[in-house]
C-alpha cells in the first residue's frame, strides 16, 4: 500500500525544540545611570515638544512624526548597545533614536529645519536622517523598508566579523508588511545578528492594532521562522533596558535574531497633520496618568533618593538646551543651492 501523506508525516522525525530567551529581568540601574535615562527621555520630551511648536509656526516643513510617549522605548534599548560596534536603522519617527544615541540636538533641530547644519546637511529632513559616524542608518519614509535594510547592516556584521548588531525598528502598522517577513527568513536562516524591535505604538497610521492585525500579539510574529520574541513594557525605561540585555546576549551568542515587541503609545497624532480623530482624549489622559514613562522614571529616581529640587534644576537645564538648539536652527543658513547636486551618489563601491 502506498504511504499517504499522513503515514509519511508520522515516520518523520521530530525536530528538537528551539532554545528559548530567559525571561527578561527589569534592569537594576545605579542612582547616576538611572539619572542619565531620565535625562534623555526628558530631552526628547522637550526636544519634539518644541518641534511641534516650530512645526506650527511654519519653521518645520513636511512631514513631521513625534515620539512623544516612546521615549522609554529607544533610551532604554540604545543604552544597552555598544556604540563603536553596534548599528541601529529605524523609520521616519527618528528624531527621539537619535537624541537617545546621544547626537547634538542642534544639528538635529537644524536638520528639521533644513539648515546647512543639520545633520544630514538640511536635506533628510524630519525623515531622512543619518550618520554613519555614529552607526545610525536612518530615518526610512517607506513604511517596512527599513527592515530589510537592516537585515543587510547585520549580514554586514557577521561578514565583516566586527562583532556588531543591529538593532532594527518598526511599527506595529510596517509589521504587516511582506517585505519584513523576507527579512525575518533570511535573518533566520544565517543566524543574523540583528534585534527586531516592534514599537507597537497601538495605532500605526490611524487603526487599531486590533482591527488591522489578524494576531495582535506582535511578538509571535516570528515564530513560523523559528525567531523567538518577548513582549515587553515600552513605557518602563529599566524593562527595556532588562529586555536589551536579554536580546543582546541571545544574538551575541550566535543564536540568530530576536523580536521585542515593545507595548507603548504615542500621545500625539500620527503626524503633526493628524488630528487623530480615531481614539479618545480620554484614552489618552488615562495612559498619561497610568503610565507616562517619564513619571515612571521620575518614581524610580524618588524612591533612590533625588530630590524634587534636583528634578526641577534638571528641567531647567533640559529647557535650555531646546532652547538653544532652536535658536540655532532657526538663525544658521540654508543649504547653498549646488547641495541639490551632492551626495546623490555614495561614490564608493
Known amino acids: 500500500m502506498a504511504k499517504t501523506p499522513a503515514t509519511r508525516r508520522k515516520s518523520e522525525p521530530a525536530k528538537p525544540n528551539r532554545e528559548r530567551p530567559n ?13 542619565e535615562l531620565y535625562k534623555r527621555m526628558l530631552l526628547i520630551r522637550r526636544f519634539e515638544e518644541k518641534a511641534g511648536q516650530l512645526y506650527g509656526l511654519g519653521l518645520i516643513g513636511g512631514f513631521c512624526h513625534l515620539y512623544i510617549g ?10 544597552a548597545l555598544d556604540h563603536e560596534k553596534d548599528s541601529v536603522i529605524t523609520g521616519y519617527r527618528d528624531h527621539g533614536h537619535m537624541l537617545a544615541y546621544g547626537l547634538d540636538p542642534k544639528v538635529i533641530m537644524a536638520e528639521l529645519t533644513g539648515r546647512e ?37 547585520a549580514f554586514a556584521h557577521k561578514y ?24 525575518f527568513n533570511m535573518a533566520e536562516l544565517w543566524k543574523l545578528p540583528i534585534v527586531f524591535v516592534i514599537e507597537n505604538n497601538q495605532y500605526a497610521m490611524g487603526t487599531s492594532v ?27 525605561v529599566l524593562a527595556a533596558r532588562g529586555a536589551a540585555e536579554e536580546a543582546l546576549k541571545w544574538v551575541r551568542d550566535g543564536k540568530g535574531p530576536i523580536i521585542l515587541e515593545m507595548k507603548t503609545y504615542r500621545y500625539r497624532g500620527h503626524s503633526m497633520s493628524d488630528p487623530a480623530k480615531y481614539r479618545s482624549r480620554e ?12 513619571e515612571h522614571a521620575k518614581r524610580d529616581l524618588e524612591a533612590v533618593g533625588v530630590k524634587e529640587d534636583e528634578l526641577k534644576t534638571l528641567e531647567k537645564e533640559i529647557r535650555k538646551i531646546v532652547n538653544e538648539a532652536a535658536d540655532f536652527a532657526e538663525t544658521t543658513p540654508e543649504p547653498d543651492a549646488g547641495e541639490l547636486y551632492t551626495d546623490v551618489l555614495v561614490e564608493k563601491y
Do not use: C, W
Not at 565583516?160 to 527579512?183: C, I, K, M, R
Open 23 to 35: 525571561e527578561p529581568q527589569r534592569y537594576k540601574a545605579e542612582k547616576e545611570e538611572l539619572l
Open 70 to 79: 516612546q521615549e522609554a522605548v529607544a533610551v532604554g534599548l540604545q543604552s
Open 117 to 153: 547644519a543639520g545633520i544630514s546637511k538640511g536635506k533628510g529632513g524630519s525623515m531622512h536622517m543619518f550618520s554613519t559616524d555614529h552607526k545610525f542608518y536612518g530615518g526610512h519614509g517607506i513604511v517596512g523598508a527599513q527592515v530589510p535594510l537592516g537585515t543587510g547592516l
Open 160 to 183: 565583516n566579523e566586527d562583532g556588531g548588531v543591529t538593532l532594527a525598528y518598526f511599527g506595529d502598522g510596517a509589521a504587516n508588511q511582506g517585505q519584513v517577513y523576507e527579512a
Open 210 to 236: 486590533n482591527r488591522s492585525s489578524a494576531e495582535d500579539q506582535l511578538f509571535k510574529r516570528g515564530e513560523s521562522f523559528r525567531i523567538p520574541g518577548i513582549q515587553v513594557d515600552g513605557m518602563d
Open 283 to 294: 484614552e489618552v489622559q488615562s495612559i498619561r496618568e497610568k503610565s507616562d514613562p517619564i
